[in-house]
C-alpha cells in the first residue's frame, strides 16, 4: 500500500530540500493530490520520483529523507 504525505509534510520535505514556492507548487500539481477522507494527500513515491529530477539533488538524496510513517 503506497504511504501519503499531506500538504504540510510534502510541502516540508520539498523546503528542506531547496525547492522555493513555486517548485513545490509545482510538485504538487504535476503529482496530484487524492482525496482520503476528504483531505487532500500526495502518493509518496510520486513526490520523490519528481523531486528527484531536481538538478541540484541526486536520487538517492530524496530517497533517503522520506517519512518513515507518512
Excluded: H
Excluded at 18 to 38: A, H, K, M, S, Y
Amino acid at each position: 500500500m503506497p504511504e501519503y504525505l499531506d500538504l504540510a509534510s510534502a510541502t516540508r520535505l520539498l523546503k528542506a530540500k531547496g525547492f522555493n514556492p513555486l517548485d513545490i507548487e509545482c510538485v504538487l500539481d504535476l503529482t496530484g493530490p487524492q482525496p482520503r477522507n476528504g483531505v487532500p494527500l500526495w502518493r509518496a513515491d510520486r513526490v520523490e520520483r519528481l523531486a528527484s529530477r531536481a538538478y541540484w539533488l541526486s536520487p538517492k538524496e530524496v530517497a533517503a529523507c522520506m517519512p518513515a510513517a507518512a
